[in-house]
């Protein structure tokens, strides 16, 4: 062998031992690194929010900008959720100021981007320092490492499912239900109930036109609607409605506004919607006679009262203007966005007679753990109007879990819902 080639060959092991030590040199620190990520995040939401943003409000983005959304949110989710507040008080900034929100947000996301990512990047630091351990402990580092890539896939698997899956899995949920009252001739009344649709940054319009037809395909009667139609902007009021419009009810659909739809703008939900022939029952009352059709007067043969209120956070909430005046043995449905309603005095008071009251709002908590009761649910009487056939102090109350999420991007074990209720004479 030539003393160049011997040369060569020796040197290797010790070239390639320095070229590991000037890379490591090189290596940024764990804090660095953990910056960068903080300030990447923060980027990001600034970019999701002032370029994607206005293009899924023109309607030029879909599916694949709700995606990039829901990963983005998923990042700057402590920050969001400490900035709760923030979020209420955005609705009230003029557009000029909107960058007070973005500021805020951003910090917070960095804020709390960077201990996880310092924990992170320092963890990957001494797993890259035990993989130069010495080899009898190889086999502990390497049992270490599979561990840590098994709680990681195993999560990452969870929360794909929780973010990607779930939330665009609607389930038909059929409810049978009797009405003291009732004229043998509504026996069968097929009603849909649709709530929280949230067309909005999470919720697409492709996804929330599929749950549409899904409606559509029950062939109802009537589609009965609970607010929280739009989530984030009111540029999604008018694609909003015209979803809406495009349900095909035999007799009508109806609807009350939620605290969503209130935020963004009430007066134009209601505008928009009458405009694709919703009819807005918010403190009044519309009634069903025996040969199925609608007016504003009590049927002389009986019939059904369909009434409904404003919504219990943001608007006047008139029982009596609802249901004042209703001939007492007339049976009548109530639509309330909040099933919060239910425990107000107005309702615990009993002196309109209420046989059922369909809301929505709560979207069953939107996070179920097997076993356990839902995580979080925006009530103030806990998991007790979290989801389902509930008994309120004067009358049963109907809560959706909703088509749509909103603040947390995620539905487990409560997927996405659209109730069948069929009335049925009580015995």
Same mark, same amino acid.
């Given at each position: 062998?030539?003393?160049?080639?011997?040369?060569?060959? @020796?040197?290797?092991?010790?070239?390639?031992?320095?070229?590991?030590? *000037?890379?490591?040199?090189r290596?940024?620190?764990?804090?660095?690194?953990?910056?960068?990520?903080?300030?990447?995040?923060?980027?990001?939401?600034?970019l999701?929010?002032?370029?994607?943003?206005?293009?899924?409000?023109?309607?030029?983005?879909d599916? =694949?900008?709700?995606?990039?959304?829901?990963?983005?949110?998923?990042?700057?989710?402590p920050?969001?959720?400490?900035?709760?507040?923030?979020?209420?008080?955005?609705?009230?900034?003029?557009?000029e100021?909107?960058?007070?929100?973005?500021?805020?947000?951003?910090?917070?996301?960095?804020?709390?981007?960077?201990? !996880?990512?310092? +924990?992170?990047?320092?963890?990957? *630091?001494?797993?890259?320092?035990?993989?130069?351990?010495p080899?009898?402990?190889?086999?502990?580092?390497?049992?270490?490492? $599979?561990?840590?890539?098994? !709680? +990681? $896939?195993?999560?990452?698997?969870l929360?794909? &499912?929780?973010s990607?899956?779930?939330?665009?899995?609607?389930r038909?949920?059929?409810?049978r239900?009797?009405l003291?009252?009732?004229?043998?001739?509504?026996?069968?009344l097929?009603?849909?109930?649709?709530?929280?649709?949230?067309?909005?940054? &999470?919720?697409?319009?492709? #996804? %929330?036109?599929?749950?549409?037809?899904?409606?559509?395909?029950?062939?109802?009667?009537?589609?009965?609607?609970?607010?929280?139609?739009?989530?984030? =902007?009111?540029?999604?009021?008018?694609?909003?409605?015209?979803?809406? @419009?495009?349900?095909?009810?035999?007799?009508?659909? %109806?609807?009350?506004?939620?605290?969503?739809d209130?935020?963004?703008?009430p007066?134009?939900?209601?505008?928009?919607?009458?405009?694709?022939?919703v009819?807005?029952?918010?403190?009044?009352?519309?009634?069903? /006679?025996?040969?199925?059709?609608?007016?504003?007067?009590?049927?002389?043969g009986?019939?059904?009262?369909?009434?409904?209120?404003?919504? #219990?956070? *943001?608007?006047?909430?008139?029982?009596?203007?609802?249901?004042?005046?209703?001939?007492?043995?007339?049976?009548?449905?109530?639509?309330?966005?909040?099933?919060?309603?239910?425990? /107000?005095?107005?309702?615990?008071?009993?002196?309109?007679?209420v046989?059922?009251?369909? =809301?929505?709002h709560?979207?069953?908590?939107?996070?179920?753990?097997?076993g356990?009761?839902?995580?979080?649910?925006?009530?103030? #009487?806990?998991?007790r &109007?979290?989801?389902g056939?509930?008994?309120?102090?004067?009358?049963?109350? #109907?809560?959706?879990?909703?088509?749509?999420?909103?603040?947390?991007?995620?539905?487990?074990?409560?997927?996405?819902?659209?109730?069948?209720i069929?009335?049925?004479?009580?015995?």
């Amino acid at each position: 062998m030539s003393e160049r080639c011997r040369g060569s060959w @020796g040197r290797g092991p010790r070239h390639s031992a320095t070229k590991k030590q *000037e890379r490591a040199t090189r290596r940024l620190g764990p804090a660095a690194r953990a910056t960068i990520a903080a300030l990447s995040v923060s980027a990001l939401f600034a970019l999701d929010y002032l370029v994607l943003q206005p293009l899924r409000e023109r309607e030029l983005l879909d599916a =694949s900008a709700a995606l990039v959304h829901v990963l983005v949110t998923m990042a700057a989710l402590p920050a969001l959720v400490v900035g709760r507040l923030v979020l209420y008080v955005k609705h009230h900034l003029p557009p000029e100021q909107v960058w007070i929100y973005l500021t805020l947000v951003g910090l917070l996301a960095a804020l709390f981007v960077w201990p !996880v990512a310092l +924990l992170f990047f320092r963890w990957r *630091e001494r797993a890259r320092q035990r993989r130069e351990a010495p080899a009898h402990e190889e086999r502990r580092a390497l049992l270490r490492r $599979g561990l840590g890539w098994a !709680v +990681l $896939g195993g999560a990452g698997l969870l929360g794909g &499912y929780a973010s990607l899956v779930e939330p665009r899995l609607p389930r038909v949920r059929r409810l049978r239900f009797p009405l003291a009252g009732l004229p043998p001739a509504l026996a069968g009344l097929r009603v849909v109930q649709l709530s929280d649709l949230h067309l909005g940054p &999470y919720n697409s319009a492709a #996804y %929330l036109a599929r749950a549409i037809r899904s409606a559509n395909a029950l062939a109802p009667d009537l589609v009965l609607l609970t607010g929280d139609y739009v989530h984030g =902007s009111p540029a999604y009021i008018a694609p909003v409605a015209r979803l809406l @419009g495009g349900l095909r009810p035999r007799i009508a659909v %109806l609807a009350v506004l939620g605290n969503h739809d209130h935020w963004e703008d009430p007066e134009a939900c209601r505008r928009e919607l009458r405009a694709r022939g919703v009819r807005l029952l918010d403190n009044g009352r519309l009634f069903l /006679s025996a040969g199925r059709t609608l007016s504003v007067a009590a049927p002389a043969g009986g019939g059904l009262c369909l009434a409904g209120v404003g919504d #219990y956070w *943001e608007d006047r909430v008139d029982l009596e203007a609802a249901l004042g005046g209703v001939p007492p043995s007339l049976p009548r449905l109530l639509l309330a966005h909040n099933p919060d309603f239910a425990e /107000s005095e107005a309702a615990r008071s009993r002196r309109h007679r209420v046989d059922l009251m369909l =809301s929505g709002h709560t979207h069953g908590g939107q996070v179920r753990l097997p076993g356990v009761r839902s995580l979080i649910v925006p009530s103030s #009487y806990g998991s007790r &109007y979290a989801h389902g056939l509930c008994r309120g102090p004067a009358f049963p109350v #109907y809560v959706n879990a909703g088509l749509g999420v909103t603040i947390f991007p995620v539905r487990f074990l409560r997927p996405p819902e659209l109730t069948l209720i069929e009335l049925v004479p009580a015995v």
